[in-house]
């Protein structure tokens, strides 16, 4: 699940079909620099934890937040990845982009 602190971490978890939403919480990462910030992954976990939905809180270790080694440059490099591909670049996702002159 991609969560920004901006949007609030619950957001994405609440809007998507009920099938997803315990695959949602079941893989949920920490990305940027701001993750790297020491005990934040378990604090992020605990806290989530506790406002998850009963079956996770029956479960614990379904609810997973993990934070991988590159975190630091993960949106960029994902990013790059999508921004690579011909069908990123197609009529469906002209307004994602940012052009030079609206820069």
């Not at 406002?51 to 960029?76: F, T």
């Not at 490099?77 to 469906?92: N, P, T």
Request: with cysteine.
């Amino acid at each position: 699940a991609v969560v920004s602190t901006q949007s609030g971490p619950l957001r994405p978890g609440t809007r998507c079909e009920l099938d997803l939403r315990i695959d949602l919480w079941a893989n949920i990462f920490v990305v940027g620099g701001v993750s790297t910030t020491p005990g934040l992954r378990e604090r992020l976990e605990k806290e989530l934890l506790a406002l998850a939905p009963q079956r996770l809180q029956d479960n614990p270790g379904r609810l997973r937040v993990k934070a991988v080694d590159d975190r630091v440059y993960s949106s960029w490099i994902g990013m790059s990845i999508v921004g690579a591909l011909s069908s990123y670049r197609d009529e469906y996702y002209k307004d994602a982009w940012l052009t030079k002159q609206q820069y």
